[in-house]
C-alpha cells in the first residue's frame, strides 16, 4: 500500500499508471490510497461526493478535480479553519476540529462522505459523522486497509460489525486505546 493521498492530485502525475508500470516490475500489486478510495466508492456504488479536504486551497482544488476527473460528482467540499498552507500541518489537526468542520459539508445529495488525506487522524471521527450523516464515511486509511485485504481476497474476513464501519470491521471497539 501505499498511504500518500495527495500525490495522485498533481495534475503531471499519471500515478495510476505508475503504480502499474512498479506493480509489474516487482510482482505483486501497490495500491495507493486514491485508488483505494476509488475501490471503495465503485464497491459501495456512490456517484456523488461530499469531499473533506485537510489541504490548502490549492490541493484541495485539486482534489476536487481529480474525483471529478474520475467520474464523480463532487456535491460539497469543506475544509479545516486551521492554518493549512503547509500540508505538513496535516500532522497536527484534531479530529474534534475536523468533526466540527465536516458540519460545513452538505451531504444531502452525496453517497459517501470522502476526507482525503492519509495523515489526519480521521478514525475516531468515522462513526460519529456516519451516525450524524446517514452516509458512509471513507478515508484514506481505512480505504487503503480494505483495499489490500480485498486484493489479498481476505475482505470478507473482517465484516463491519459495528456503526460507522465501512468496507472492513472489527476496529472500531480499538479505538479507545488511540
Known amino acids: ?87 505538513v500541518n496535516i500532522y497536527g489537526l484534531t479530529t474534534d476540529g475536523m468533526l466540527e468542520a465536516t458540519k460545513a459539508l452538505e451531504t444531502e445529495r452525496a453517497d459517501a462522505i470522502v476526507v482525503t488525506g492519509s495523515g489526519m487522524a480521521t478514525l475516531p471521527a468515522v462513526a460519529p459523522l456516519t451516525e450524524r450523516t446517514g452516509k458512509p464515511f471513507l478515508c484514506s486509511n481505512i480505504c487503503l486497509a480494505w483495499a489490500l485485504l480485498d486484493e489479498l481476497g481476505l475482505s470478507d474476513l473482517a465484516p463491519p460489525s459495528h456503526q460507522g464501519e465501512v468496507l472492513i470491521g472489527g476496529w472500531t471497539p480499538r479505538l479507545s486505546r488511540l
Not at 498511504?3 to 495534475?11: D, I, K, P, Q, V
Not at 502499474?20 to 456523488?48: H, N
Not at 471529478?68 to 460528482?73: A, C, L, P, V
Open 1 to 87: 500500500g501505499f498511504s500518500f493521498t495527495a500525490t495522485a492530485y498533481l495534475e503531471d502525475v499519471n500515478q495510476d499508471e505508475r503504480l502499474a508500470i512498479m506493480s509489474e516490475k516487482v510482482g505483486y500489486p501497490i495500491i495507493s490510497s486514491s485508488q483505494a478510495i476509488d475501490r471503495a466508492l465503485r464497491r459501495l456504488g456512490a456517484e456523488r461526493l461530499a469531499l473533506f479536504s485537510p489541504y490548502p486551497d490549492w490541493l484541495t482544488a485539486l482534489s476536487e478535480a481529480y474525483w471529478s476527473r474520475k467520474g464523480y460528482d463532487v456535491v460539497s467540499v469543506a475544509t479545516m479553519p486551521d492554518d493549512t498552507a503547509d500540508t
